[in-house]
């Protein structure tokens, strides 16, 4: 279980929210970093600014164990997140489900979806999952095997099973680039849509029944695009979010460009990285964002090499909130700022806690 201790989010195992594991009980420096971010910047001359970056603890994890790649969603008042389950250089082979009311206490629902034993057509590399709803059925698109496959339940937490018995999506010398981290989307008109791609970002149009293509593939890949496409719609803005550099690297980041269309093109604003390392926060990458329901509130969740003697194949999911300025810009995240101002509950999508915006 995950729980708050003194404003900042704590991993417990077995314990109560009043014994924190001992890498993370440094909530006094969490509470005097916050402060020393409201006054300082990032510049590098900045004195105050450097002891910032060097003495930050970044806020704790918010899953227990080794996660990535993380995707949430909110159904029915629940926030749920689909990781990645890391496993050594990437050989993992299960999808779990955590849920949570307010984005601080999360419980581990258990695997949804097993490569070794559901699927035929793969047995690992279970990457990058992504899911959403429609018509009371839940849609979950992930990768195996380096292929892109669907999976359908009743439920958000599963059990999931393979309706095509075959994958969704292959590499194909037709498409440049790696058949990974799948994201859909169902527009305002219930045209729905899977997004993909590594080195290059393709786009589907997928037909009601959301596990069959609908037409060809089409290429939209925006400068610097690596992986791990994420979109959201706001104020009819379809804002194409994806991760830059390797996974492996401590430079690994979260850039962003916007489109008037969900099939782009897309345009990159100047300046357009939200998110990147600073202090020991490393390989801040690879995320997904969920909206408060209700309100104008938006959080990232996104993965970073764990703390301490993480790397690119150990890696922890950490959340942020996420704002966007007066001209609809995305802010930049600071991935060593609290989660949530001292002294607050949690998001529930309730008027009690401060808004954002």
């Known amino acids: 279980m ?36 409201v006054c300082c910047d990032r510049d590098s001359s900045n004195p105050n ?3 910032y970056e060097t003495t930050a603890e970044p806020p704790s994890a918010i899953l227990e164990g080794y996660t990535a790649d ?30 949570s009311k307010d984005l601080i206490h999360w419980e581990n629902e258990g695997m949804v979806l097993d490569v070794t034993k559901d699927l035929a057509w ?66 305002d008109d219930g045209q729905a849509y ?10 589907y149009k997928l037909k ?11 290429r939209m890949t925006p400068a610097g695009f690596n992986e791990g496409v994420f979109m959201l719609k706001r104020n009819g803005i379809y804002y194409f979010m994806w991760s830059q550099n390797d996974a492996r690297d401590a430079n690994y980041q979260v850039a962003y460009g916007i489109a008037k269309s969900p099939l782009g093109p897309i345009q990159v604003p100047a300046d357009n990285v939200i998110l990147q390392r600073h202090g020991r926060a490393m390989g801040t990458g690879h995320h997904s964002v969920v909206q408060v ?10 993965h970073r090499h764990a703390i301490p003697n993480g790397s690119g194949y150990l890696r922890e999911t950490c959340l942020a909130p996420m704002e966007f300025d007066q001209e609809g810009r995305i802010k930049k995240v600071d991935p060593l700022a609290p ?19």
Do not use: E
């Open 2 to 37: 995950v729980c708050a201790a003194g404003g900042a989010l704590a991993i417990t195992k077995g314990l109560s929210c009043g014994g924190i594991m001992p890498r993370r009980w440094i909530c006094a420096v969490i509470a005097l970093c916050a402060s020393l971010a």
């Open 49 to 51: 600014a450097q002891a």
């Open 70 to 99: 993380p995707h949430a969603v909110v159904f029915d008042g629940t926030y749920y997140v689909y990781p990645t389950s890391d496993k050594g250089a990437w050989q993992t082979t299960d999808f779990s489900v955590w849920a």
């Open 122 to 187: 793969a047995k690992l590399r279970g990457w990058a999952p992504a899911m959403i709803r429609r018509d009371g059925k839940y849609f979950f698109y992930f990768a195996a095997d380096l292929k892109i496959g669907v999976a359908i339940s009743d439920k958000p937490t599963g059990k999931l099973v393979d309706p095509l018995g075959k994958p969704l999506v292959l590499a194909s010398t037709q498409h440049p680039g790696g058949a990974i981290d799948p994201f859909a989307f169902i527009d």
């Open 194 to 203: 899977l997004y993909y791609g590594q080195g290059n970002l393709y786009a």
């Open 208 to 218: 009601a029944d959301m596990i069959t293509l609908d037409g060809a593939a089409i």
């Open 293 to 302: 329901p209700g309100t104008d509130r938006w959080y990232i969740f996104y």
């Open 339 to 357: 989660v949530v101002p001292d002294g607050t509950a949690g998001d529930g999508g309730t008027a009690q806690l401060p808004d954002f915006r």
